[in-house]
């Protein structure tokens, strides 16, 4: 009994650690096919621009990761990178001096405050994550249209130190990618070593639990909703400062990316498991698809089209999974039953 | 071998807590004292529960005290408890299935380390501990949702056993353990007791109170009844200091016509919950199903009405076989579930009393799929008044009517589907009195008028009172089956609880 | 008399399609402060017209959101049909062909949804949220980039432009009342929206009554994939183009119509009347907000601080009645959350029932 115990302890274990293991495999057939297909993809140039590009929705991946995990969502965080890209940005355009550091602290605050605003509805307003954010969403990039009044934030208007920053290499790694890869060891071991990354886990896992545990749930939501808006606020400098220059409608659709990554990596939209390290190989996975997509000249769109379907797969099989681990546990007891049954039929 | 006569460390003096009208518990007294293992045991609905939670501060008193350790406090909510040492286990865990062992034994309270962090060496060396001293086969870094319920069960008493309560109050404990497991259970909480922690132990097993405990106390209809040394107390003495009543209420049985088979069941099983099932309930029939809260009863009749699948067996409805498949496919064959939970699967709350009588049957008063709404206020008066349902009219909104009168707005949804068969769980918890009568004497004008009824009761007198025979479940299996004339509350009781009664 | 007359005016004014009626009166007002063409009857009129298809995907998802769901892929959805039809007809098929075969095309995807939401009891916002982009990304697919298609006949484009006959009316505020009409039928005169209503509102009591729970909910996202699907007609009507990223920014005007108009986010409650009565208010808003040169963008501004100040407003109401009548919200909640979920997840069964061999009984 005890061996079969284990070994089903083990299976649903490995069920959990397979999720990462199957985004990895699929990870490494995309890259070998574009590898053999578009002959400059395996190239130091291209690598660099993919570690760019991923390395934003990283950064705001792992905010929202940690929003997922207590079982709500962040739809805003594209438009608060929007809204705190045009704002540093247009900060910086008339104060040539001000340091990077400075824009990229404005950047965040602006990222708290509309994280914080997120949370306060959820926890405090009581309105369920999806609608508030969804409002947010639309409330904060019509904000970025009244405070940029249609014009945009174009490169000359930029002092040519910030835009030096974006092309800075730390040991051949981009500068921003540095940025990312920070932010998620960060996120990662916040996760694993602080009772408040914890804590998300367990609300996530079963609300109720944790408020008998004497979890401060609420505070908890509420910190989880100001770091994801913190970090899409970094994801905003980062935005600025990748492309050099903010429009109005710069991050419009970009919480697709974030989520999808957060999703396909294997964090559980009914919160409780998840890493930083799937949410990291989900969004990897996706930046390769858009760059293989784009160097083989096959249209963007069907990135999109891709995404979607990732996320639906990622929930069905999840669900499915989880099901099916409940009810290999059912089949055991079942046998236990019987064992037991024949062992009284013999006394 | 007296009963102990130091002081206690916590009291109950004169408890008293009522729902709704009903009195779940009155004037109760109880002592628990340090180093002792205290037996709580009662029919369903003693008030072992209620008393729990009082103790555990999920509940607070109407009147009477809680004394802890000379002085009076007021447990005002879980918190309140666990600060003064007061830790409970429940028989259904809840627990965080995403989080490992260790983490669900300190959620809320992991250790820290130099800089504050969460100390996981510690937590796991010290889960390790807990878990060593239980004697489970899982480390504090297993994954919980791989574990089965009985371990869950076990973890509930790492938890437990991790804050040093000086008060452990056990919930049925041993419901879903292995006997190996149980004697686990027994040896830690010996030790606990000769540590010095006092012990509340409710359980149905009456040989497990006999083994484990010191003093056994009995309610009965939520008074206290006895306190006794568990030493001078027999199994059978037990039993009947549960049961000891007279069957006062006055129970409108009539005497029916009792007709042809209306429905079968042979070896109905479902693996793990129960098995080999069989029973048969004639038209005109009320039969009675007893047994203890969690024997089966209500899952049997859950996987036979469809809700729950079910794994092997044979079900005849009028004589011909029925494979359950869904509630809908039950109604259509006649049989119908007043189910347990009455504001969950009963209702829909914020529909009318109307909307609500005419669920089961709406399509029967609808043409081309259009509501003909006088047709259900008809249907929705014809109730009200054959069942006398206080609402004022048909538009009423069932969530403004009191605990009996949405009682039976649910039994008239289900009249109003006019089945051949109508299973009844619980029909009368939560009712006040008069309600009751009402309740009763439409279950016995029922089956006179030919119904097939199965009456699932927690209430040992309803049981008695109503049913033709009883069939009599315990831990999934029928242990007996009694004519109304061989059906006593001993002898129910004896079957319900396994208890060596003959000794 | 009076008294009774009383009675029926206060209820009047207690019902929330009341408080839609000043609104929309507060913002008619300040529409004839911003402009003085905004009581035009012809502006009046006419001012219905862009938000048609916003209308008719709020009649749809009022049924998912009344039923307990949400269903956030009806503006890929929309584009799809759009553009399915519009590539039909193309193609050299029959303009009124197209037109029907872009609301089946529709239906399918909201089946789709529909099927893995009811059928698999996968949790609505994760899989409309996938399909959101993957319907979405097809759109693009079926166009084969992000161009558009234009040129259709006036037969066609006259349903979103025109008026109806030799009247003043609008064809497509006609066609958006009489969705309104059928919708009002279906969802509070048939059987169907009873069992939507009862499903919303208890899902495990609908089950126990009999309900057909799965096909219900099935169904609900079918009929949120054709509405959908009409909007998309509409919507390529009015603009004389179907292109792949039509409508998308539509989603909040549309969640916004139906918290709006009163339907509970939490399922089981909400009048197709209060649904219409603010989408009525959102194209007046929007018409008098536009009338004062204010952008799309910062319009989206005002329309998402109401969708939040509703529910706000509604929590807020909903604490003072259960703080007189002593029963937490939260705790109301958590119960229906218990309610619904018991479905979700895997039948509760007393394991080790059974397991253990009986001591006593030998």
Known sequence: ?347 | MSVPTGPPLVELRGVSRSFGGVQALSDVDLRLRAGEVHALVGENGAGKSTLIKVLTGVHQPDAGQIVFEGEEQRIGSVHAAQALGIAAMYQEPSVFLDLSVAENIYAGRRPRGPLGSVDWSRMNAEAGAVLAELGVDFGPEAPVRGLGVADRQLLEIAKALSVNARVLIMDEPTSALSPREVENLFQVTRRLRDQGVAIAFVSHRLEEVNEIADVVTVLRDGRHVATQRASDLTQAEIVRLMVGRSLDTLFPKEETEIRDVALELRGFTRHGVFSGVSFAVRRGEILGLAGLVGAGRTEVARSLFGIDPYDSGDVLLGGKPFRPRSPRAALRRGLAYLPEDRLGQGLVQLMSVAANCSMAVLPRLTRGGVLRPWLERRLARRFIEQLRIRAYSPGQVVQTLSGGNQQKVVLAKWLAAEPGVLILDEPTRGVDVGAKADVHLTISQLAARGLAIVLISSELPEVLGMSDRIVVLREGRVTAELDRSAATSERVMEAALGAATAA | MTASAIAVARRVVARWEFVLVLLILAAGTWSTTQSRFFLDTENLLDLMKPYVFIGLMALGLALVVIAGEIDISITSTLAVSAVAFADFWDRGLNIWLSCLLGLVVGMGLGAVNGVLIGLLDLPSLAVTLGTLAAYRGLAFVILGGGGAITGFPSDFTRLGLRDLGSTIVPIGLALFLAATAVFAFVLHGTLFGRYVYAIGSNREAARFSGIPVDRVRVTIFAISGLMAAAAGLLYASYFATARADAANVALLDVVAAVVLGGVNIFGGSGTIVGVFLAVVLIAVLRNGMGLANISGEVQSIVIGSLLLGAILVGNLMRAARDRHTGQGFLMRIHERRLQRGKHNRPPRTRPGLGIRPTKGAR
């Open chain 1, 1 to 347: 009994m005890t061996a079969a115990r284990l070994s089903l302890q083990t299976v649903a274990t490995a069920a959990f650690r397979l999720r990462e293991l199957g985004i990895a495999i699929a990870l490494l057939v995309a890259i070998a096919i574009f590898a053999v297909q578009a002959e400059s993809f395996m190239t130091v140039g291209n690598w660099r621009n993919i570690s760019v590009s991923v390395a934003v929705v990283l950064a705001v991946a792992v905010g929202q990761t940690m929003v997922v995990l207590t079982r709500n969502i962040d739809l805003s965080v594209g438009s608060i990178v929007g809204l705190s890209a045009f704002i540093s940005a247009d900060t910086l355009s008339t104060h040539h001096g001000l340091p990077i550091a400075g824009v990229a602290a404005i950047a965040v605050a602006v990222g708290i405050a509309c994280g914080l605003f997120n949370g306060l509805l959820v926890t405090v307003g009581r309105v369920p994550a999806i609608i508030a954010t969804l409002g947010t969403l639309y409330i904060f990039r019509g904000l970025v249209h009244e405070v940029s009044g249609g014009t945009q934030v174009l490169a000359f208007e930029l002092p040519a130190s910030f835009k030096a920053f974006a092309l800075r290499e730390v040991l051949g790694i981009p500068a921003l990618a540095v940025i990312a890869i920070a932010v998620a060891v960060l996120g990662a071991a916040m996760l694993r070593w602080t009772h408040w990354g914890r804590d998300f886990y367990a609300i996530g896992s079963n609300p109720e639990a944790a408020r008998l545990a004497g979890i401060p749930v609420a505070r908890r939501v509420l910190l989880a909703f100001t770091i994801s808006g913190g970090l899409a606020g970094l994801g905003g400098f980062m935005f600025a400062a990748r492309f050099a220059g903010v429009s109005a409608s710069s991050g419009s659709g970009f919480e697709f990316d974030v989520i999808s990554a957060v999703v396909i990596g294997g964090v559980n939209v009914f919160g409780g498991v998840g890493t930083v390290l799937g949410a990291a190989l989900g969004a990897l996975l996706i930046a390769v698809i858009e760059n293989g997509f784009t160097l083989l000249k096959i249209n963007e769109f069907w990135k999109t089209a891709f995404q979607g379907f990732a996320i639906v797969t990622a929930v069905t099989v999840d669900a499915l999974v989880t099901r099916r681990i409940q009810e290999a546990l059912r089949q055991r007891r079942r046998r236990e039953a019987r064992d037991a049954a024949r062992a009284e039929a013999s006394a």
